[in-house]
């Protein structure tokens, strides 16, 4: 613990011997991150810190801080790989109608600067899903066994 300041002496002068006398007592070696700069000094002022401090220590995804218009936009540019993954052209279909009444509702509605979506051509779209999924009339359906008798699995 810290004695109190003497009376006669000034603030700054007692705080430099309190630093002092720690230093040549050792306390200060071997602190954890000696050396290194301090995070908040190497970086420029930044304004908004706070904000990226606390989208990194909550791991927030940034993606959901973006204006509903440009989500629509980079869902409209992935619109192919998530379709991708789609079995059924109804599947695709209902999607793709979602799409365009969100985009729609956007275009609207929009309040603040205007990003230019347009709505998705869903033929277009359809017709790459159907050339990506494999043909059924074209792979063979294995051949049913033919049952056999109970002679014939006797005797084979």
Do not use: C
């Amino acid at each position: 613990m810290t004695e109190r300041k003497p009376p006669g002496m000034s603030t700054q002068d007692w705080v430099e011997a309190q630093l002092k006398r720690a230093q040549n007592a050792g306390e200060f070696d071997n602190l954890a991150g000696a050396g290194k700069p301090l995070t908040k000094l190497a970086n420029p002022h930044d304004p908004d810190w706070w904000v990226k401090d606390f989208i990194r220590r909550e791991n927030i995804e940034t993606e959901a801080l973006l204006p509903p218009a440009v989500l629509l936009r980079k869902e409209k540019q992935q619109v192919h790989d998530k379709v991708r993954g789609m079995r059924r052209e109804s599947e695709v279909r209902d999607y793709l109608a979602d799409l365009n009444q969100r985009i729609l509702v956007s275009i609207r509605d929009t309040t603040g600067p205007v990003v230019p979506v347009g709505t998705v051509d869903e033929e277009a779209v359809l017709d790459q899903w159907r050339a990506e999924r494999p043909d059924p009339a074209r792979t063979p359906e294995p051949e049913p066994e033919q049952k056999k008798s109970i002679w014939q699995k006797l005797f084979s």
